[in-house]
C-alpha cells in the first residue's frame, strides 16, 4: 500500500511540474514584439556606451513612453535588449518582459540599470546581431501582431554575414528593422543603414549628431515603434538634432 501511495505521489507531482512546464511554453499573445540591440563594438568607449544604455532606461521611465505602452491596449508590449559586438557576441541583457503599463515599464527600467555591464567590445558585425534578432523573436513565449528590431550603432558592418543578405531574410519572417544611427564616426551612416539595414513595414532610420542627442532621440524612437497608431506602410527617414 505504501509503494502505491508512493507511485500515485510520484506520478502526481510528475503530473504537475509537466502541467506547469506546458503553461511556462504557452504563447502570450502581444501587440509588438520589440528587440532593442545595443552596439557594444570598440569603437563605442564607456561614455558612448553609457550613455546609449542611460537614453533606454530613461525613455521607459518617462510618462510618454508609458502612454504609448498603454495604447497597444491590454496585450501589450514584449521587450528585450541585447549587446552585440562582433559577428557571434550577442546576448540578452534582460529576458524578455511583457509590458502593459508605466509601474511594469519603471521595472523593466531598474532590471537594467541592474544589469549594466557591458559584454562585448569587439567588431561590428551588424548581420550577426540581424540574425540573432530573428532568432530570439522566433524562439519566445510571445506572438506579436508586430514585431520589430531596433539596432543602434555609429560605423559599418565589418564583421560576419553581410546586413544586406540577413536583413532580407529577417524582414521575408514580417519583422521590422529599425535603425537608431551616431554620426560621429561617418556622416553618412544614416544612408548606409537605410540602404543596407533597415527594411520592412514602417521601417525608419533616426540619425544623431553626436552621442549627447541619444536620450532624448531614443524617447522619440520607442514613442514612435510602441505606439500603434504609429504603424506605417513606407519607410521614413527622420534626423534628429538636439541643441
Known amino acids: ?42 569603437s563605442v568607449d564607456r ?11 530613461r525613455a521607459f521611465r518617462d510618462p510618454a513612453v508609458a502612454a504609448a505602452i498603454r495604447s497597444t491596449g491590454r496585450q501589450g508590449i514584449a521587450v528585450t535588449v541585447v549587446h552585440w559586438s562582433s559577428s557571434h557576441q550577442q546576448r540578452r541583457v534582460v529576458p524578455w518582459t511583457q509590458l502593459t503599463n508605466g509601474l511594469q515599464a519603471n521595472a523593466f527600467a531598474r532590471a537594467l540599470e541592474e544589469r549594466a555591464q557591458r559584454l562585448y567590445t569587439g567588431s561590428t558585425g551588424i548581420g ?23 539596432i543602434s550603432g555609429d560605423g559599418i558592418n565589418n564583421s560576419g554575414v553581410l546586413p544586406a543578405y540577413m536583413r532580407d531574410r529577417v524582414v521575408g519572417t514580417g519583422i521590422t528593422i529599425n535603425g537608431l544611427v551616431i554620426l560621429n564616426e561617418s556622416a ?54 538636439i541643441p
Do not use: P, W
Not at 24 to 30: H, I, N, P, R
Not at 47 to 57: P, T
Not at 128 to 147: D, P, S, V
Open 1 to 42: 500500500m505504501l509503494r502505491l501511495l508512493n507511485f500515485v505521489a510520484s506520478g502526481a507531482a510528475a503530473l504537475v511540474l509537466s502541467m506547469v512546464a506546458a503553461m511556462a511554453q504557452e504563447t502570450v499573445v502581444v501587440d509588438l514584439e520589440l528587440v532593442l540591440a545595443v552596439d557594444t563594438s570598440a
Open 47 to 57: 561614455r558612448e556606451y553609457d550613455l546609449q544604455m542611460e537614453g533606454i532606461v
Open 128 to 150: 550577426g546581431a540581424l540574425q540573432y534578432g530573428e532568432r530570439i523573436i522566433r524562439t519566445n513565449r510571445f506572438e506579436g501582431r508586430r514585431k520589430t528590431i531596433d
Open 188 to 241: 553618412y551612416l544614416d544612408r548606409y543603414y537605410e540602404k543596407e539595414v533597415t527594411g520592412g513595414a514602417g521601417s525608419f532610420v533616426m540619425a544623431v549628431a553626436k552621442y549627447e542627442d541619444l536620450i532624448e532621440a531614443m524617447r522619440k524612437k520607442l514613442i514612435r515603434e510602441i505606439s500603434s497608431a504609429t504603424a506605417m506602410n513606407e519607410a521614413v527617414h527622420q534626423t534628429v538634432s
